[in-house]
């Protein structure tokens, strides 16, 4: 027996807009366990740091919001791309959603890492490879919001952001690669898919614990910004006249 | 347990100001986005044609 679903129904925002409304609870509740569980091994289980002692502890959101800096805008350029491709609005719209989170947690990448730096490097800030190109990150985030707000046709606007966020998407292996192509002052990769991790298991543990909470958490907020890009652009069509939140 | 009590925890090791500095300000980022897009998404319902009409929102 073949269970038929018809997967492209969820590609219109009529069909998707009501379906991200149940979703969101549902991240934000496993983002908030996950995030509860994550800082509790972070704080009272971790060991204190033979070298760093307990400045060390930035780790913990410092890694997770870099991954998800650099994920996010990977995630971002592709449904651009797909909006760019076949034309499909929600694409588009999702990789509208996803920016303000992608630069909030580039914003927070470079943040923590600065109040990392000030006490371990002796600087906040160094014109070093890595955070050089995560700055860029971040400048990438903005040029795609500000130009697509600069345009008063959304589908013109979705597909000029689109080229510059697929344009963009060089910076991301420069910025994980950085620090192996050039002299940095920033460490190598702690955590890395081809050899076994140079950290505790017990740091390791509260690390990935973080990242898959601010995995959650993104995906929570990208879902409620959806649901506003959806409404904003879909106001005048008839699933919206018919909207049954829009009943006092 | 790493910590010998409440103050020991708060001082961090003499480094409150940098750790606490990073995880206040991200949580805050968190908490202002969730608040920001809660009246994004009013608003856009607001702002639905017919929707001023109704006066019991």
Redesign the interface.
Known sequence: MTININWFKYSSPASFYPLAGKLTPWFFVAAALLGIWGAYIS??V???DAQQ???Y??IF??VP?AWMSMFIYVVMAFWAGVGLAFNTRLSSMVASALA??GA?MT??AL??GS??G??MWGTWWVWDARLTSELILLFLYFGFMALQAAIDDPRRADKAGAVIALVGVINVPIIYFSVKWWNTLHQGASVSLTKSPSMATTMLVGMLLMALAFWM?SIA?ML??L??II??RE??SDW??D?K??Q? | ???GGVAA?LA????A???W???G??AA??VL??VL??A??RA??R?????AS?S??
Do not use: D, Q
């Open positions: 704080f009272f971790a060991p204190t002692g307990e400045a502890r930035i959101i410092h919001a303000p989170t909030m914003f927070v943040w923590t109040l990392w000030k006490p958490y907020v409620m910004r649901r506003c409404l904003e106001r005048n919206v006249k909207l939140e829009r006092p | 347990m790493n910590w925890f961090m090791g003499g480094y100001g940098f750790v500095g990073s995880y300000v991200t980022c968190m986005e969730i897009l809660t994004r998404h856009a319902l702002a639905l044609p017919g929707a109704r019991a929102y």
